[in-house]
């Protein structure tokens, strides 16, 4: 029988170390975290299948499961899974999103389409998952033609560091990008979690109904 303060968070593992941080932070001991990989996003059509997966595989230890991805360029086959198995996940299109909350977002967007948008966890592996997998390291006059839309970068700092600023900075003059920084904290994975935690703490151990409403 599932615990029920025991929430399970699935997560996209690009998610990883900043709901580690917020859990260590607010002390959230109830709250479990498996992560799947986060190079999933180079095959959006595997994450659905994977999220559905997870659930089944771990949902009768919990009395709460929530999913941390945004839809992450599944055209909406992660939310039809997600209807089908009765769980709830981040708002949004992508973690660009819930990070700058929709409405700034949705600012940043209009005022330039053309924008590349880095979160802490792609400037740490910018090397790795774009740089490399485009060929850059091997042919960087490559980088006008994958970039040629591309007018701005927005870094999207979660945790504020001069040295995370300074190396987005470099990336955006790297490619010719005009450069803004924006300090979103956590956005919209901070509160979500918040909430999530706060109902499984507040309903009561023998009340199936209300422990359903959390799954």
């Known amino acids: 029988m599932s615990a029920p303060s025991r929430i399970l968070v699935i997560a996209c593992g690009a998610l990883a170390r900043e709901i580690a941080a917020l ?27 994977a999220v559905r997966a997870a659930i ?34 981040l708002p949004g299109a992508h973690c660009y999103e819930f990070f700058a909350t929709a409405p700034v977002f949705a600012q940043l967007a209009e005022a330039e389409p053309g924008t590349f948008y880095l979160t802490d966890f792609l400037l740490r592996h910018f090397e790795r998952l774009v740089v490399k997998p ?17 007018r701005r970068l927005v870094y999207l700092a979660q945790v504020e560091r001069a040295d995370a600023i300074a190396a987005a900075r470099a990336i955006a003059q790297r490619f010719g990008f005009a450069f803004e920084h924006r300090a979103t904290g956590y956005g919209e994975l901070g509160t979500r979690l918040a909430s999530l935690v706060a109902a499984a703490a507040a309903a009561p151990a023998g009340d199936a109904d209300a422990r359903a409403t959390l799954r």
């Open 134 to 150: 485009l060929g850059l390291d091997r042919h960087p006059e490559l980088a006008g033609e994958y970039f040629r839309h591309y």
């Open 56 to 89: 089944r595989e771990c949902r009768a230890q919990y009395a709460s499961v929530f999913v941390a991805y945004g839809d992450c360029g599944t055209g909406g086959q992660l939310d039809a899974v997600l209807a089908e198995e009765g769980v709830e996940r």
């Open 23 to 49: 859990r260590r932070a607010s002390g959230w001991t109830a709250l479990e975290v498996r992560c799947l990989p986060a190079e999933l996003h180079n095959r959006p059509e595997r994450i659905a299948p």
